[in-house]
Nanobody, 121 residues
Framework: QVQLVESGGGLVQAGGSLKLSCAAS????????IGWFRQTPGKEREFVAA????????YASDFVKARFTVSRDNDKNTVFLQMNSLRPEDATVYYC??????????????WGQGTRVTVSS
């Protein structure tokens, strides 16, 4: 099993940046893709980006790709989500998850507890 802990959320002004971290422990971290999702109350969990086991990456859209960068350091069992040019609509809880490198929540088996991002306008 894999345990995941997110960190790095907080308050930032619109146009600012945050870097989220997802620290993993347990067996098999290197075998999984690590995805980032976000969820607003009352809505489904939304795929943001994922880092494959060998360092590749996928993004929800070109607009996300233009502002966010996902990366992983397998030596440190950590995946990062660098978020630039943040907008108020990016404000919500962000989760990392371990699973298959796909863009839907059902493909991921292990989840962190989430970290909140707040963007002031």
């Amino acid at each position: 099993q894999v345990q995941l802990v997110e960190s790095g959320g907080g308050l930032v002004q619109a146009g600012g940046s945050l870097k989220l971290s997802c620290a993993a422990s347990g067996r098999g971290f290197g075998m999984y893709a690590i995805g980032w999702f976000r969820q607003t109350p009352g809505k489904e969990r939304e795929f943001v980006a994922a880092a494959t086991w060998n360092g590749g990456s996928t993004y929800a859209s070109d607009f996300v790709k233009a502002r966010f960068t996902v990366s992983r350091d397998n030596d440190k069992n950590t995946v990062f989500l660098q978020m630039n040019s943040l907008r108020p609509e990016d404000a919500t809880v962000y989760y990392c998850a371990a699973g298959a490198p796909l863009n839907y929540a059902g493909a991921y088996s292990y989840w962190g507890q989430g970290t909140r991002v707040t963007v002031s306008s």
